[in-house]
């Protein structure tokens, strides 16, 4: 079975920084990984990915130069650094991974993980 476990959420005032970790159990290799987010009544967005086969990655374009993806394959673990934060990036966040190409435009990855809310207040 597949688990993904994501932590690191919480709260921080806008400016300041989180580091989310998604732990994935029950397999090894994902050829890609990613963190989405919804907020209340938004539909849920992309907002980094990383394509392991090939190492690129995308970012949503409301937090790039903010945020910073990241995997460390011998831990099995993606993380999404996260600095400046803004109001607007108050949401759940989503890791997910699948073994085949996927992107961040795409919803229809295999595994997700539970959420960790991140609230940003100004």
């Known amino acids: 079975q597949v688990l993904l476990v994501e932590s690191g959420g919480g709260s921080v005032q806008a400016g300041g920084s989180l580091r989310l970790s998604c732990v994935v159990f029950g397999y090894s290799y994902s050829y890609s990984m990613g963190w989405f987010r919804q907020a209340p009544g938004k539909e849920r967005e992309g907002v980094a990915c990383?394509?392991?086969?090939?190492?690129?990655?995308y970012y949503a374009d409301s937090v790039k130069g903010r945020f910073t993806i990241s995997q460390d394959n011998a831990k099995n673990t993606l993380y999404l650094q996260m600095n400046s934060l803004k109001p607007e990036d108050t949401a759940m966040y989503y890791c997910?991974?699948?073994?085949?190409?996927?992107?961040?435009?795409?919803?229809?990855?295999?595994?997700w993980g539970q959420g960790t809310q991140v609230t940003v207040s100004s």
């Open positions: 997910a991974a699948d073994t085949r190409p996927r992107s961040c435009y795409d919803g229809r990855w295999s595994y």
């Open positions: 990383i394509n392991t086969g090939g190492g690129s990655t």
